[in-house]
T-cell receptor, first 117, second 112 residues
Framework: AQSVTQLGSHVSVSEGALVLLRCNYSSSVPPYLFWYVQYPNQGLQLLLKYTSAATLVKGINGFEAEFKKSETSFHLTKPSAHMSDAAEYFCAVIPKWENTGFQKLVFGTGTRLLVSP | EPEVTQTPSHQVTQMGQEVILRCVPISNHLYFYWYRQILGQKVEFLVS????????KSEIFDDQFSVERPDGSNFTLKIRSTKLEDSAMYFC??????????FGDGTRLSIL
């Protein structure tokens, strides 16, 4: 079954430092990949999505992710962390995009980003 | 921007009682979903709903669970006889066309 693996349940960075959150997917066929962010006591907000149009995907709040088929990875990065980036980040995959609009998301275990002053 | 709304934000229920979680999906979306997130764990797919019937469900979604779209706007998740292990955050989501799923802010269900 299609799945995603997020390495590191917690990542700590200093404000202004590079953010790197790792996600690897298991598939021989490039899937549709997403990053969602969850702020405390809130729902899931879409950061960005990969749907095979471009390997480098830019999202909201300065985040971007690069799809690397050779590494089956879709790591999330941000050049300079801000205190407001502290949240839980989830990588997710749709194994097969159906043009009907049906999407079943399979989530990774999440990575909590901690940002210190 | 249209959004998915869920009510209540927090529900406290005695074990064995029935609970109904409510969601209003985005109006032009056709697919509706429920996900669950047990504290400290990952978000898990429960069920999807299309054209007034379940299109897919997970192993978690047993006979204690049911979903319904009672009218043109609401989408509900019912748990018939709650158990302690049903305590979790429940997220509703909707999708349509080629747009990604939109999630609500969730309902925190606490079973006592």
């Amino acid at each position: 079954a299609q799945s995603v693996t997020q390495l590191g349940s917690h990542v700590s960075v200093s404000e202004g430092a590079l953010v790197l959150l790792r996600c690897n997917y298991s598939s021989s066929v490039p899937p549709y990949l997403f990053w969602y962010v969850q702020y405390p006591n809130q729902g899931l907000q879409l950061l960005l999505k990969y749907t095979s149009a471009a390997t480098l995907v830019k999202g909201i709040n300065g985040f971007e992710a690069e799809f690397k088929k050779s590494e089956t990875s879709f790591h999330l990065t941000k050049p300079s962390a801000h205190m407001s980036d502290a949240a839980e980040y989830f990588c997710a995959v749709i194994p097969k995009w159906e043009n009907t609009g049906f999407q079943k998301l399979v989530f990774g275990t999440g990575t909590r980003l901690l940002v210190s002053p | 921007e249209p959004e998915v709304t869920q009510t209540p934000s927090h529900q406290v229920t005695q074990m064995g009682q029935e609970v109904i979680l409510r969601c209003v999906p985005i109006s032009n979306h056709l697919y509706f979903y429920w996900y669950r997130q047990i504290l400290g764990q990952k978000v898990e797919f429960l069920v999807s709903f299309y054209n007034n019937e379940i299109s897919e469900k997970s192993e978690i979604f047993d006979d204690q669970f049911s979903v319904e779209r009672p009218d043109g706007s609401n989408f509900t998740l019912k748990i018939r006889s709650t158990k302690l292990e049903d305590s979790a955050m429940y997220f509703c989501a909707s999708s349509g066309g080629d747009q990604p799923q939109h999630f609500g802010d969730g309902t925190r269900l606490s079973i006592l």
